[in-house]
C-alpha cells in the first residue's frame, strides 16, 4: 500500500526507524542516501559532468550501472551504519548521482517527464535567479561552473587512498559518455576536541531537520526533551515524487549546490578589530556575528564558551526579543529565526509564524575544501562546498537566502545583512556594550565569496537502475 500524503506530513513521533521501517520500507529503499541523514565519510569527490552529444542512450546505460554498483539506499545506508556501530566495518564507498533539468532534456526526457520546480528548470545561471539571490555575475564564478551542467556524482569514503582510486576508475568510465567539467575535493574538517568544524573555527551542522528515530532520540535526551525548540520535521519539507520512479513509493529531492570561499584571514582581522572596538573578548565579538561561539554554545543562552561535547540546539529567543544577546543579524538567527517572525506588527501570530518558518528549513550536508589545517588563515582557496537538500528550492533555499540572509531589513529595519552568507555586503549594527540596544556601525568586506554553483534532483534508484530501458523520446 503506498504512502498517503498525510504519511508525509505526519510522521512518528521519534520518526522513521530505518530497523523497523514499517511502511515506510518502499520508501528508504528507492530513495537515495544522504538525504534524510548525512552520509558520514570523511572524504568526497564532487564530479560536473556534460554529456557528449548523440550519447544519450550510452550515457543512461552508464547511470545505470554506476547506480547499481556504486549508489546506495537511505535503507541500505542505514544498515551499514548499524553494522558499522555493531561490528566496526565500514560501508566503504558511498555514491550519489544528481541531475540538472538541462540534464534531463540531453538524456530525451521531454518537459513533461521533468520535475517541476521552478528554480530547477530555470538553472542558478538565469539571471532572474541570479539577481534574485544577489550572486556574483556568472562570468566570475570558477571557470568550471561556468559551464552548462547535466549532472554530478558525489563519491565518498572514509580511507582517501581508496577514495581516489575509486573516483579514478569512475572517472576514466564515464569519459566515454561525458565531459567532467569540474572537480571538488572535500573533506572534514575538525577542531581538537574532534568536532566538525568549517574554515573559520565553528561547529557546524548543529542545527539540522531531523527525520531518523536514532538522530531524534539523540537529540531529546541532549537538548531536555526539545522544551525550546522541536527539530522534528516531516518528510514534505525534503522529499517530492520522483515523475519517472518505478515503484509507487518513488521519492526524491533538491539539491543546491554552492562553492562559498571563505577569507579566514579577513574574518580573524575583523574579528579582532570588532572586539577591541567593543572591549570584549575575541570569542564573543565573533559569537556576534555567528551566533554562537566557536565550540557550538549559542551566545543567547551564554556570554562564554560551555565547551560542551555536544552543543545544545535548545534554544530560542522568547528571552531575548531585543536581541541583546544574539543580534538580529548574527547568522544562525538571521537564517532560523526561531520564532522572532511572530514578534513583528505584521505577524499571523507567534505559533502561525514559527510552523512557517520551519517549512522554509533545509538540511544542509556540506563539507570543507582546500586548506585542511584549521591554524592557517587562507585568504582564497578553501572553503565550504555547501550543498543542501528541501522539497521545494524556492521556498526553503532561494527564500532563505533572498528573503532572510540578504535584506538590510530582516528582521527589523537596519538589521544589515547576514554577515557570512549575505550578498551584497553592507554594513553591520553591533551592541556598543554587551547586554545593550544601543548600536553602532561596523563596516566590513563580507567573509565568504560565492565561487558558483546549480540546482539539482536527486532521483530515486528505480529510475536510475530502469534508465536504459526508458525510449528515447528525440527532442523536437
Given at each position: 500500500?503506498?504512502?498517503?500524503?498525510?504519511?508525509?506530513?505526519?510522521?512518528?513521533?521519534?520518526?522513521?526507524d530505518?530497523?523497523?521501517p514499517g511502511?515506510y520500507?518502499?520508501?528508504?529503499?528507492?530513495?537515495?542516501?544522504n538525504?534524510?541523514?548525512?552520509?558520514?565519510?570523511d572524504?568526497?569527490?564532487?564530479?560536473?559532468?556534460?554529456?557528449?552529444?548523440?550519447?544519450?542512450?550510452?550515457?543512461k546505460?552508464?547511470?545505470?550501472?554506476?547506480?547499481?554498483?556504486?549508489?546506495?539506499?537511505?535503507?541500505k545506508?542505514?544498515?551499514?551504519?548499524?553494522?558499522?556501530?555493531q561490528?566496526?566495518?565500514?560501508?566503504g564507498?558511498?555514491?550519489?548521482?544528481?541531475?540538472?533539468?538541462?540534464?534531463?532534456?540531453?538524456?530525451?526526457?521531454?518537459?513533461?517527464?521533468?520535475?517541476k520546480?521552478?528554480?530547477?528548470?530555470?538553472?542558478?545561471?538565469?539571471?532572474?535567479?541570479?539577481?534574485?539571490?544577489?550572486?556574483p555575475?556568472?562570468?566570475?564564478?570558477?571557470?568550471?561552473?561556468?559551464?552548462?551542467?547535466?549532472?554530478?556524482?558525489?563519491?565518498?569514503?572514509?580511507?582517501?587512498?581508496d577514495l581516489?582510486?575509486?573516483?579514478?576508475?569512475?572517472?576514466?568510465a564515464?569519459?566515454?559518455?561525458?565531459?567532467?567539467?569540474?572537480?571538488?575535493d572535500g573533506?572534514?574538517?575538525?577542531?581538537?576536541?574532534?568536532?566538525?568544524v568549517?574554515?573559520?573555527?565553528f561547529?557546524?551542522?548543529?542545527?539540522?531537520?531531523?527525520?531518523?528515530?536514532?538522530?531524534i532520540?539523540?537529540?531529546?535526551?541532549?537538548d531536555?526533551?526539545?522544551?525550546?525548540?522541536?527539530?522534528?520535521?516531516?518528510?514534505?519539507?525534503?522529499?517530492?515524487?520522483?515523475?519517472?520512479?518505478?515503484?509507487?513509493?518513488?521519492?526524491?529531492?533538491?539539491?543546491?549546490?554552492?562553492?562559498?570561499?571563505?577569507?579566514?584571514?579577513?574574518?580573524?582581522?575583523?574579528?579582532?578589530?570588532?572586539?577591541?572596538?567593543?572591549n570584549?573578548?575575541?570569542?564573543?565579538?565573533?559569537?556576534?556575528?555567528?551566533?554562537?561561539?566557536?565550540d557550538?554554545?549559542?551566545?543567547?543562552?551564554s556570554?562564554i564558551p560551555?565547551?560542551?561535547?555536544?552543543?545544545?540546539?535548545?534554544?530560542?529567543?522568547d528571552?531575548?526579543?531585543?536581541?541583546?544577546k544574539?543580534p538580529?543579524?548574527?547568522?544562525?538567527?538571521?537564517?532560523?529565526?526561531r520564532?522572532?517572525?511572530?514578534?513583528?506588527?505584521?505577524s499571523?501570530?507567534?505559533d502561525?509564524?514559527?510552523?512557517?518558518?520551519?517549512?522554509?528549513?533545509i538540511?544542509?550536508?556540506a563539507?570543507?575544501?582546500?586548506?585542511?589545517d584549521?591554524?592557517?588563515?587562507?585568504e582564497?582557496?578553501?572553503?565550504?562546498?555547501?550543498?543542501?537538500?528541501?522539497?521545494?528550492?524556492?521556498?526553503?533555499?532561494?527564500?532563505m537566502q533572498?528573503?532572510?540572509?540578504?535584506?538590510?531589513?530582516?528582521?527589523?529595519?537596519?538589521?544589515?545583512?547576514?554577515?557570512?552568507?549575505?550578498?551584497?555586503?553592507?554594513?553591520?549594527?553591533?551592541?556598543q556594550?554587551?547586554?545593550?540596544?544601543?548600536?553602532?556601525?561596523?563596516s566590513?568586506?563580507?567573509?565568504?565569496?560565492?565561487?558558483?554553483?546549480?540546482?539539482?534532483?536527486a532521483?530515486?534508484i528505480?529510475?536510475?537502475?530502469?534508465?536504459?530501458?526508458?525510449?528515447?523520446?528525440?527532442?523536437s
Open positions: 500500500m503506498p504512502l498517503r500524503p498525510e504519511d508525509l506530513i505526519n510522521i512518528p513521533e521519534t520518526g522513521i530505518p530497523d523497523n511502511k520500507q518502499g520508501l528508504l529503499e528507492d530513495l537515495q542516501g538525504i534524510l541523514k548525512g552520509h558520514g565519510r572524504y568526497s569527490v564532487h564530479l560536473f559532468l556534460q554529456w557528449q552529444p548523440e550519447q544519450s542512450d550510452r550515457a546505460q552508464w547511470i545505470q550501472d554506476f547506480t547499481q554498483t556504486y549508489v546506495k539506499s537511505a535503507q545506508q542505514a544498515d551499514e551504519a548499524l553494522c558499522y556501530r561490528e566496526g566495518i565500514s560501508g564507498v558511498f555514491a550519489n548521482f544528481f541531475l540538472t533539468r538541462k540534464g534531463y532534456e540531453k538524456l530525451g526526457f521531454e518537459p513533461f517527464q521533468v520535475p520546480d521552478r528554480p530547477f528548470t530555470m538553472g542558478m545561471k538565469n539571471e532572474q535567479i541570479r539577481a534574485f539571490l544577489g550572486d555575475k556568472v562570468e566570475q564564478w570558477e571557470t568550471g561552473l561556468q559551464n552548462e551542467i547535466h549532472a554530478l556524482i558525489l563519491i565518498a569514503d572514509d580511507n582517501l587512498s581516489l582510486q575509486t573516483v579514478n576508475q569512475i572517472a576514466q564515464v569519459r566515454q559518455v561525458a565531459v567532467i567539467l569540474h572537480r571538488e573533506f572534514i574538517l575538525r577542531n581538537k576536541a574532534g568536532q566538525i568549517e574554515h573559520f573555527g561547529v557546524d551542522g548543529v542545527s539540522q531537520p531531523l527525520f531518523i528515530k536514532r538522530d532520540v539523540r537529540a531529546q535526551t541532549n531536555c526533551n526539545f522544551s525550546q525548540w522541536d527539530p522534528r520535521a516531516s518528510l514534505n519539507v525534503i522529499l517530492v515524487k520522483d515523475p519517472n520512479g518505478k515503484t509507487e513509493d518513488s521519492y526524491g529531492s533538491y539539491l543546491v549546490y554552492r562553492k562559498l570561499e571563505q577569507n579566514v584571514k579577513g574574518f580573524r582581522q575583523d574579528r579582532q578589530q570588532l572586539a577591541q572596538t567593543l570584549i573578548k575575541e570569542d564573543l565579538a565573533a559569537a556576534f556575528a555567528i551566533g554562537r561561539f566557536p557550538g554554545t549559542p551566545v543567547t543562552k556570554d560551555t565547551y560542551a561535547v555536544t552543543p545544545t540546539n535548545n534554544f530560542n529567543y528571552e531575548d526579543v531585543a536581541a541583546t544574539c538580529f543579524h548574527a547568522h544562525i538567527r538571521k537564517t532560523n529565526p520564532g522572532d517572525t511572530g514578534r513583528v506588527e505584521s499571523p501570530g507567534y502561525e509564524a514559527l510552523a512557517i518558518e520551519k517549512n522554509h528549513r538540511a544542509r550536508r563539507v570543507s575544501y582546500g586548506e585542511n584549521p591554524n592557517q588563515t587562507p582564497t582557496g578553501s572553503g565550504l562546498l555547501f550543498l543542501c537538500f528541501q522539497a521545494n528550492i524556492e521556498n526553503q533555499f532561494n527564500f533572498s528573503r532572510w540572509a540578504n535584506p538590510t531589513r530582516f528582521v527589523k529595519v537596519g538589521v544589515g545583512p547576514d554577515p557570512l552568507i549575505g550578498q551584497p555586503e553592507g554594513t553591520q549594527k553591533w551592541p556594550k554587551w547586554g545593550e540596544e544601543e548600536t553602532q556601525d561596523y566590513f568586506k563580507l567573509w565568504v565569496s560565492m565561487k558558483g554553483g546549480e540546482y539539482f534532483f532521483p530515486s528505480s529510475f536510475l537502475t530502469h534508465l536504459a530501458e526508458i525510449p528515447r523520446i528525440p527532442l
